[in-house]
Structure formats: structure tokens, C-alpha cells
């Protein structure tokens, strides 16, 4: 379930809280935020837990993976599947609290979280397709608000998805030899000598639409000033990685965990 590294669950929670916000007009209403809080990690326990099921094989063949509970025999494939049910028979229950459009759009994320696994296998750029997963929380958290879903939210949708694509093509670098031994897709191996170009490219992207999102807004002048802090921190995250130190890629992964509660406070305040 990866319950002991949280940043994954962080990096899916701060746009859903994001969209949130938003749709409240600077607030959330408290039911909501323990429904999504709860929610976040319990979907992003079970992308985990199935992530390792279909991996184990290649997992064993990779050093930094050798030892998750599946790959290693710790745990039984049928223990992970259980698991596996218990968590979303546990999102199930959070829905019931949440209205139908929500139902529907959290079905359909559920089916994605299922199948994303599976991507790297056919794909070249697996990340096509966690951009769209990581996303959810976004239509889902403004369907539960608002029970609609306005033109910003495909706007949020498409500033997370290239956001993604820019941390995980970080991340992807410290299995890059791996995955290409094992023929999987990873962008890293697509981009071979362009990595930080593609990671910035990624993030300025975000950063603008974000910033087009505020404006779209009843905003006060604080947005701007956290977006400007924002961006200075992202842009000089991005200089000081090291393209010969796989290690620097994943600080790098890790710091956007600050880059999107730096968004969502953005608008919290912004709003406020």
C-alpha cells in the first residue's frame, strides 16, 4: 500500500483539494475533505497494491523492486488480492455519501486505476495514461461540489496532466536501465538527453494553465504572489538537477509534493 512513502498519495491529493476549493469558492465543506482525504489514500493504496500483483515478475528483476512483498513472496497473491477488494470496497462506502455524477466519474477512474498497470507493456509512455488516472480527484471532487462540471475542470485536468508527466519522467529515471533491459515503456527511455526539457516543458505548462485558471477566478493579488514564489522555487528545482545523478531526478520527483500544496494553498488564500 506504500503507507510508509505518502508522497504518491500527497501528489494525488493537493489537485483534488485544489479542485475543491475552487468549486467551493474558497471553502470545503467538511464532510467533503474527509470524504476526499480518506478517498485519496485509499485509491492510492489500491493502484499500489495492484501495480505490485501485475508487476511481481518484473519486479524481481529490478534491485530497487526486488524486495516489495509480492516480488519478494512476503505476501501471497491471493492476501494482495484481498487487500485489493477490502480497499475499494472502502471507496465504495465513501461513495454512497456522494451523489450519482460523482458515482459514475469515480467508476470510470476505477476502471483506469485497474488497467494503468498494464500500460507499460503496450505503450511507450505509460504516463499518457497516469496523467489521466491522477486526475480523477479533479472531476470527481467538482461533481460532488457542485454536481456539474464547468469548463475549468478540463482545464485543471489538462495543467495535472502535464504536471505528471513532468514528475514521473523524473521518477521513471531510477528504472530507466531496468525498463529497458525488460522492454517496458518509460518516457525517460523516449527522451534519452532531453529529460530536463520535457520535465520543464511539463511543469511550465501547468504553471500557466493554473495561473490562466486564477484569473478565470474571483481571485485577490495573494494567488499571484504564492504563484510567483511557486514558480521560482519549480524553476530553480529544475537547474539543480543533476543529468548525470539519477538521485537528483528523484529529489526533484519529491519536491513537487511542496510545488502542489503551493498551488492549492494558492488558491486557498486566493479565494479567502
Excluded at 485558471?213 to 474571483?218: D, L, T
Aim: aromatic share 16%.
Amino acid at each position: 500500500m506504500r503507507a510508509d512513502r505518502p508522497v504518491g498519495t500527497f501528489l494525488l491529493l493537493w489537485p483534488t483539494l485544489t479542485a475543491l476549493i475552487i468549486a467551493g469558492k474558497g471553502n470545503i465543506e467538511t464532510h467533503l475533505l474527509i470524504i476526499f482525504c480518506l478517498g485519496t489514500f485509499l485509491m492510492r493504496s489500491a493502484g499500489c497494491v495492484i501495480n505490485d500483483y501485475f508487476d511481481q515478475d518484473f519486479d524481481r528483476k529490478v534491485l530497487r523492486t526486488s524486495k516489495r512483498p509480492l516480488a519478494s513472496g512476503i505476501v501471497s497473491n491471493s492476501e494482495a488480492l484481498s487487500i485489493f477488494c477490502i480497499l475499494i470496497f472502502l471507496s465504495l462506502i465513501l461513495l454512497t455519501f456522494l451523489n450519482f455524477l460523482s458515482f459514475i466519474i469515480a467508476f470510470a477512474f476505477s476502471v483506469l486505476v485497474i488497467l494503468y498497470p498494464l500500460a507499460k507493456r503496450v505503450i511507450k509512455i505509460p504516463q499518457i495514461i497516469l496523467g489521466i488516472v491522477f486526475s480523477g480527484g479533479i472531476p470527481l471532487a467538482f461533481a460532488a461540489s457542485l454536481n456539474d462540471l464547468p469548463a475549468n475542470v478540463f482545464v485543471l485536468m489538462l495543467a495535472n496532466f502535464f504536471w505528471i508527466l513532468s514528475y514521473d519522467t523524473a521518477y521513471a529515471m531510477t528504472d530507466r536501465e531496468d525498463d529497458q533491459l525488460l522492454k517496458l515503456g518509460n518516457s525517460a527511455i523516449l527522451i534519452k538527453g532531453k529529460e530536463k526539457l520535457i520535465i520543464c516543458f511539463g511543469s511550465m505548462v501547468n504553471l500557466f494553465l493554473i495561473f490562466f485558471v486564477g484569473i478565470s477566478e474571483n481571485i485577490n493579488s495573494y494567488f499571484y504572489i504564492i504563484s510567483v514564489i511557486n514558480g521560482c522555487f519549480l524553476i530553480y528545482s529544475i537547474i539543480i538537477i543533476d543529468k548525470e545523478n539519477v538521485n537528483s531526478f528523484f529529489n526533484f520527483f519529491k519536491k513537487n509534493n511542496y510545488i502542489g500544496a503551493l498551488i492549492f494553498f494558492s488558491f486557498y488564500i486566493g479565494l479567502n
